[in-house]
């Protein structure tokens, strides 16, 4: 039987050194007035003033809205959507990292569709109406929210994060210009590197994986594992950055057509509720969590194993070997950039142990842990949480002689 897929991407994607410069050239064609949506940092390094200067000379106005925090809330989409009303904006320019674009997508398709953006959220509703165009333009190797047709947005009533997936998210335009995350400090490289290997990863093993998801998900992470270091520790490293940002886009256009999994069905919960940034719960959770998956995932894993560790295919390795190799490796990764557990964040042990039932319950009703190999009852989250708490990333487990 012939099983069909669709394959989502935007219209163009433009990837590579200085095209941040192409801003003007690409947005002259969408209107005469442009929102540009960003956050305090790129303000303060002017990178939205550079945005401004581009498209002036491509005789584009624009105004601007730069109040998107660390985690895009649905009060930075209010307030992005009556900045754009009000100034009667043609278009969209979303410049920053992930919380930036997921923000500014959030806004472009709610100019053209009513109600609250939560009413969306896990498919309870449609969208009606395409958005209004948005070009997406990465400063981080992460989240690679400028390819995928989904954003994240924490209802700041309840504190849940509401996953939204639909066709009429994806940017239509994407620059992606590594030079831009020159400026990453290496925490930010290390908490954006790890979601986009999670990414990867995930969307390899996903149950609703398929043949071309695979191909991106396999080239993500043979780029992002040989380059995260060398971006983390030099992180003027141009060769090492364009690595992670081609790693990063191809990673996110694989789980944004193959879906994620566990890992990231229970870190929205700790970032909702505990304030983690959201590559950092990733990573408190990955080794752990593939651990766990591991006796569903032997040959999928083994094929990342290849990938990542191709040092070890002259050994004649199982596949149960090849998969304590990648949780090693992971794990490996983590301690190098100084990634802590959810205690060293300093979560106090007692309101995490409260907060448990009800994360379990967010990570369930996001659909993400359906996706998993292995697929997890309430119960076993709550577990799979307390086992994370106190994660030791240098542990022996999962090692293979070298």
């Not at 997921?102 to 958005?131: E, L, P, Q, S």
Request: aromatic residues 6%.
């Amino acid at each position: 039987m012939n099983i069909l897929h669709r394959l989502f991407l935007p219209e163009t994607v433009v990837n590579g050194s200085n095209s941040f410069d192409q801003l003007g050239k690409w947005a002259s064609v969408m209107g005469s007035k442009a929102l540009i949506i960003s956050d305090p940092v790129m303000k303060k390094l002017g990178i939205v003033e550079r945005c401004e200067q581009l498209l002036q000379s491509a005789s584009v106005s624009s105004v601007s809205y730069t109040g998107v925090d660390t985690e895009p809330t649905d009060k930075h989409v209010d307030e992005g959507l009556s900045r754009c009303r009000e100034h009667e904006c043609h278009f969209i320019v979303a410049v920053g990292g992930g919380s930036c674009l997921d923000t500014a997508k959030a806004v472009a398709v709610m100019m053209h569709n009513d109600g609250y953006i939560g009413d969306y959220a896990g498919g309870k509703r449609m969208f009606d109406h395409k958005a209004l165009p948005l070009i997406a333009i990465p400063t981080t190797a992460g989240t690679g929210s400028e390819v995928t047709k989904v954003t994240v947005i924490t209802n700041s009533a309840t504190n849940e994060k509401m996953m939204i997936s639909q066709p009429e998210l994806l940017p239509q335009i994407a620059l992606i210009d590594p030079l831009l995350t020159l400026t990453c400090p290496p925490g930010t490289t290390a908490a954006t590197g790890i979601d986009a290997l999670c990414h990867a990863v995930e969307a390899y093993l996903s149950r609703k994986a398929n043949q071309v998801t695979d191909a991106l998900a396999l080239s993500a992470v043979s780029d992002i594992s040989a380059n995260i270091l060398r971006a983390y520790e030099h992180g003027d490293d141009v060769a090492a950055r364009e690595k992670m940002m081609t790693g990063a886009m191809i990673a996110g256009a694989a789980f944004s057509n193959a879906s994620v999994a566990l890992v990231h069905g229970m870190s929205r919960p700790i970032g909702a509720q505990f304030h983690v940034p959201h590559g950092i719960s990733n990573a408190m959770l990955f080794p752990a969590v593939l651990e766990y998956s591991k006796k569903d995932a032997l040959p999928r894993l083994a094929d990342i194993g290849r990938i990542m560790l191709p040092m070890l295919t002259v050994e004649q390795l199982t596949d149960e070997q090849w998969a304590d190799a990648v949780i090693k490796e992971i794990k490996r990764l983590c301690t190098a950039m100084q990634i802590p557990n959810l205690k060293n964040w300093g979560i106090e042990r007692e309101v995490f142990l409260n907060a448990l039932p009800r994360m379990a319950d967010d990570a369930l009703k996001s659909g993400s842990p359906a996706n998993n190999p292995t697929i997890p009852v309430h119960a076993e989250i709550v577990e799979l949480y307390k086992l994370c708490y106190e994660y030791d990333f240098s542990g022996s487990k999962g090692d293979v002689n070298r």
